[in-house]
């Protein structure tokens, strides 16, 4: 695969990020939520509710509420594109990407992508029932839950890598650290390695802190031209490149990977060559990572799946602390789904913007001109790479 | 369409310790393996009995009949086959 062979494109930026708590139970609805993420990551910006021209948000088997609902809530002007997608974790950077690429046609001016959800005391998408399709071979015989599909490709991935529970476990501790400076994350308590080999196994590989933690909550970020992110308040963090890839047959659900050859190679092989290129960035160039992370071994996958590590050395590379903030490549810098919580990779986006801006506070990664972001665990997903304004 | 005597070796597994799985009732712990059939395709069931398991296992297909449907799971075959590593980066 190769890139475009057009100069990269660097018109459009993320401006604002918004947030609401993430809790075990938000006592909220869903719209309630979305809305307030919304207002607030508008407001972030430094732009008026009534300058949003866009919207778009995924879901999950209706976890969630239509971008017309959050704009009639908040009383929005007309929506010049709006954008409502039956996917999970494999949405957000795509659909940024998608924003860029609206405001950059003139399509619309202002957009907000959002993921709102009580992903914690209503519908759990970790345990939640698909009817049809490859569903109906999986639940009979117990094979029916999000940890274990992805499990059975961090067997084989850790099986043919070389790398085993020290190198899963240095994720878990790696991230935790950025955690216990977020006071949005839903888990701080420090965790070192040998507490984290000791956690009972849930599903081999994974033990409690492989896997992420759900919540209730909102967040959204703000897309629009760079011309115009110039006069907002924050720097721009410039969307450089965005892509997003179905591996060949990628099945018919979530659960049914039968037909997909390779488990230790996720959607991040497929793309990578067409995010850099598309970019004119080099993987050394990257000072920034925030890697989906609904469990720790798609950290490791995603480190050599973009080749950001040789194959095979991601464990190490984490283990050394080349993930910490005084590392090499500050990766998952909010803690991650795993420890902050699992806004299905929307909070992914937002820590990268706030790094790629310099607004990360205590965990504000040294070097940031460059980060790259990805969403999706799995045979499909997506990918930015945000830059500063250079 | 291709004709399988069954046999295969397992390409990856998870155990389950903890019932996480929507309307599972059965014991635990459990194992489901993605078993790479001799003949080529792959395909999902329970390894049963469910003990040490390792990616390159041998087992072989087997049917049980439930009250509403007939599952096919895998049992474990002795002699692990001499390359078991199965490993092809």
Do not use: K
């Not at chain 1, 040998?194 to 992420?212: F, G, I, K, Q």
């Amino acid at each position: 695969m190769t890139g475009p062979a057009s100069p990269p494109r660097q018109v459009a930026a993320l401006v604002g990020v918004g947030f609401t708590p993430f809790t075990r139970a938000s006592g909220q609805s869903v719209l309630a939520l979305a809305s307030q993420a919304v207002a607030s990551a508008v407001g972030d910006a430094g732009l008026r509710l009534a300058d949003v021209d866009g919207m778009s948000s995924f879901m999950v088997s209706n976890d969630s509420v239509p971008c017309v609902a959050v704009s009639s809530a908040l009383g929005l002007g007309q929506l010049r594109t709006v954008l409502d997608v039956q996917l999970g974790g494999q949405a957000p950077c795509h659909l940024v990407w998608q924003a860029a690429q609206t405001v950059a046609r003139g399509d619309a001016e202002v957009v907000v992508v959002y993921r709102a959800l009580n992903g914690r005391s209503g519908a759990r998408v970790g345990s939640m029932q698909f009817a049809g399709m490859g569903g109906q071979y999986r639940y009979p015989i117990g094979y029916g839950a999000y940890l274990m599909y992805v499990g059975m490709w961090a067997q084989r991935f850790l099986h043919e890598t070389g790398q085993g529970p020290a190198d899963l476990g240095a994720v878990a501790v790696s991230q935790r650290r950025y955690a216990q400076d977020n006071v949005r994350a839903l888990r701080r308590e420090p965790l070192e390695l040998e507490a984290y080999l000791a956690e009972p196994l849930v599903v081999d590989p994974y033990r409690r802190s492989d896997c992420t933690a759900e919540v209730d909550g909102a967040c959204a970020v703000v897309v629009t031209t760079l011309e115009r992110a110039r006069d907002l308040i924050h720097p721009p963090a410039v969307v450089a490149s965005g892509c997003y890839r179905a591996g060949p047959r990628p099945g018919l659900d979530i659960g049914d990977h039968l037909l997909w050859e390779d488990y230790t190679r996720n959607y991040t092989s497929w793309l990578r060559d067409e995010l850099f290129g598309r970019a004119g960035i080099g993987q050394g160039d990257v000072e920034v990572a925030e890697i989906y992370d609904c469990f720790t071994s798609t950290v490791l996958m995603g480190l050599e799946g973009l080749g950001l590590c040789a194959r095979g050395e991601s464990g190490a590379f984490v283990r050394s602390g080349a993930c910490g903030l005084d590392g090499r490549l500050p990766t998952n810098t909010g803690g991650g789904l795993l420890a902050e919580g699992y806004l299905h990779g929307m909070n992914t986006v937002a820590e990268a913007v706030l790094q790629v801006q310099g607004r990360g506070g205590t965990r504000q990664a040294p070097r940031h001109e460059v980060a790259v972001v990805t969403s999706g665990a799995l045979m499909d997903g997506s990918a930015l790479i945000l830059t500063a304004d250079r | 369409m291709v004709e399988s005597t069954g046999h295969g070796i397992v390409y990856s597994f998870v155990t389950a310790h903890v019932a996480v799985s929507p309307g599972y009732g059965g014991p635990l712990p459990y194992a489901v393996a993605t078993v790479e059939l001799a003949e080529g395709p792959r395909l999902l069931g329970r390894v049963e009995p469910p003990g040490p398991l390792a990616i390159g296992d041998r087992v072989v297909a087997r049917f049980a009949d439930h009250a509403t449907w007939t599952e096919l799971y895998f049992e474990p075959e002795a002699a692990p086959l001499p390359q078991s590593e199965g490993a092809h980066s």
